[in-house]
């Protein structure tokens, strides 16, 4: 098989994967969360009539979708875990990780594939949930975000998808039993979206940066290279990039972009690499 | 490939699984595995795999089937080393059903073989192989709505994809009832005949003495004995036993029948009076049985049964252990590997 033919091979063997995603039952509740979260907070943001406790001005399209940013973190993120979380385990238990391994075909690519496929799972339905979102911004505020703010965005959701889905399918992978999978897959999701804030504190207030004003430009600047060590901090920092100068992070663009390249390349490798030598 | 041929032959292959533990990853442990396994199969011929719990029969075939990435020794397929193969060539040959596969979840055995068959690069029809395993009206129903038996047809189904040259079966009968067995057995028979070589692991041994061409008998994860069942009979010294009931006169224990002629058991036997088994090395020859008769007779007993039994296959395991169902009660073996043949061998080697 020459390597266009592996990589047709790849791409209907992750189409296979995410089409098992989508009729799960786990799928229902990923659909609601996203309908809830993304649909929602996009018609309730664009609502000129209501406000949000934030300092930015949400006068365009892009900042509203820069907002619903954070419902697709919450959501999104969320959802990798739900599907992902026992991808490999699961498998493992059941015996059917036997079989797929001992097919002709090379690991690496029965990784990549399934890792894709976790990923179309959960791209597909956010990229139509923020497709009805931004339907519901025109509607609310007459005016579409231009084509490269919708493409941007997709782009970054579409990396922050990503980085979950290589960090779920490793842990799951690690993981032994169905316990494991459960605590290592929301311990993870947990502690990048729930408890970084804490981190970024405890770790400021180590080295001596004034906590008791979370808005000072020095904690600011600090808390915003702590982001680079989480998805979630690299995801919102490359939406802010793209937002007016005046809200723009202090982090040159090009860190960003580099911090954004490892969290694809590292976590990706490292599934990879334990996928290649796993046992079933 | 013409029938006879070595279709798979193994030299040294060892594998141990490795020990970690969480806290002290720096730390390896050496657990169960294989050691030192020879093994010739024949193409087009039935192996049977014994061994107790533990013995490394899962293991002997997940290596087989390129599971466990490095192993000592050389696996040969059809006469080329599985490492010069490369890995998807070595793959082509070899269809695994591992152990009670616990298919779960809404999709059907139709997505499930359609999904394989792209991994394999081919373009089989899902309908047929699921008609060879009698599952063709059970296409589309969910995999939570299958019983054992219609998922051990299922993974059955699986490792028959690639009309593979070699089958590598692991407890194939769990769960099928005793028709679906018969077919199954015939259905091996038939691939047999056709060239494909089938290595069958199983516990169920008195169904495996039906169907199988030659046996392999594992045990602490060494190799105790292959080859022909007769073979096996002569390495282990299993011999077929001469079984004499009667009444009237019943022999002695102690009593002799000639030379080399031990008598095992003597009995009391429901509808007899009583039972003898008689042991020897060797094949028994119509002479010996005429005078073990007229022995009997002459001093006052009759004859109601002659019987020559052949050695069962659990007599085979017992002898190859060392163990019996008395003995051993269930009761399984450390992990640790006794090398039979080679002793001297350290445990973190």
Redesign the interface.
């Known amino acids: ?1 020459n390597r266009f ?1 592996r990589e047709i ?1 790849i791409l ?2 992750s189409w ?2 995410a ?2 995603h989508f ?3 786990r799928m229902m509740a990923l659909l609601a969360l996203l309908l809830l979260f993304i649909v929602g907070g996009s018609w309730g943001l664009s609502d000129s009539s209501s406000t949000v406790t934030s300092q930015l001005n949400y006068d365009t399209p892009y900042e509203i979708l820069f907002l619903v940013s954070l419902f697709v973190l919450f959501s999104s993120t969320l959802g990798v875990v739900l599907l992902g979380f026992d991808g490999i385990s699961k498998k493992r ?4 990780l ?9 690991r690496n690519d ?1 990784a990549r594939s399934q890792l894709q496929g976790l990923w179309l799972a959960v791209f597909i339905p956010t990229t139509i949930s923020c497709a009805i979102g931004v339907q519901l911004i025109e509607i609310q505020m007459g005016k579409f975000p231009s084509l490269y703010d919708w493409l941007f965005f997709n782009i970054a959701t579409g990396l922050i998808i990503f980085w979950y889905a290589c960090i779920q399918l490793l842990a799951s992978s690690i993981a032994k039993d169905l316990g494991s999978s459960v605590t290592l897959g929301i311990g993870i999701w947990m502690a990048f979206t729930l408890v970084w804030l804490l981190v970024t504190v405890l770790l400021a207030a180590l080295i001596g940066v004034d906590v008791t004003d979370l808005n000072s430009p020095q904690y600011n600047k600090f808390s915003e290279i702590i982001d680079l060590f989480s998805p979630n901090g690299v995801y919102q920092l490359l939406l802010e990039s793209n937002l007016n100068p005046d809200a723009q992070p202090e982090l040159q663009k090009y860190f960003i972009w580099i911090a954004a390249l490892l969290w694809s390349f590292i976590p990706g490798t490292l599934f990879l690499r334990r996928f ?2 796993l ?2 | 490939m013409q029938k006879g041929e070595p279709a798979l032959s193994l030299s040294g292959v060892a594998y141990r699984y490795q020990l970690t533990n969480w806290l002290t990853p720096w730390k390896k442990k050496w657990g169960a595995g294989i050691h030192d396994v020879d093994l010739m199969v024949e193409s087009g011929s039935i192996l049977g795999l014994i061994g107790p719990n533990g013995s490394g029969k899962t293991t002997l075939l ?1 290596t087989i ?5 490095r192993h000592k020794g050389t696996i040969k397929f059809l006469g080329q080393d599985r490492r010069k193969l490369g ?6 040959h ?3 059903m ?10 059907t055995p139709h ?1 499930i073989l ?3 068959i ?4 081919l373009h089989e029809s899902p309908k047929n192989l699921l008609k060879i395993v009698g599952m063709s009206k059970r296409m589309y129903t969910p995999l939570d709505n299958m019983s054992q038996g219609m998922k051990q047809r299922l ?1 059955l189904a ?2 028959l994809l ?1 009309n593979p040259k070699i089958l590598l079966l692991d407890e194939p009968l769990n769960g099928l009832d005793p028709v679906a067995q018969a077919a199954f057995r015939k259905l091996l028979r038939d691939l047999a005949n056709r060239g494909t070589t089938v290595i069958v692991s199983s516990h169920n041994l008195n169904e495996m003495e039906l169907f199988v061409d030659s046996l392999a008998i594992l045990h602490r994860g060494q190799m105790v004995a292959s080859g022909s069942i007769s073979e096996v009979q002569n390495i282990l010294g299993c011999q077929p036993q001469l079984v004499v009931a009667g009444n009237g006169w019943c022999p002695p224990s102690s009593g002799s029948f000639g030379r080399g002629i031990v008598l095992e058991k003597c009995e009391p036997w429901p509808g007899e009076e009583w039972r003898i088994s008689l042991h020897k090395n060797g094949s028994w020859s119509s002479k010996q049985r005429h005078n073990i008769l007229d022995s009997i007779e002459g001093s006052g007993g009759k004859i109601c049964l002659l019987q020559m039994v052949q050695p069962t296959l659990e007599d085979m395991l017992s002898a190859a252990t060392g163990e019996t169902a008395d003995t051993i009660g269930l009761e399984v073996g450390d992990d640790s590997l006794i090398p039979l043949k080679k002793l001297g061998v350290r445990e973190d080697e």
């Open positions: 098989m033919d091979n209907r063997l296979h994967e089409r098992l009729r799960s039952p238990l059941t015996g059917e036997a079989i797929e391994l001992s097919q002709p075909i090379n029965l290649r030598t046992r079933p | 997940h089937a390129g599971l466990h990435g890995w998807e060539s070595a793959q082509n070899i269809g695994l591992p152990e009670r596969v616990n298919w779960s979840g809404t999709t997505e359609n999904r394989l792209t991994m394999r690069g993974t699986c490792a690639g």
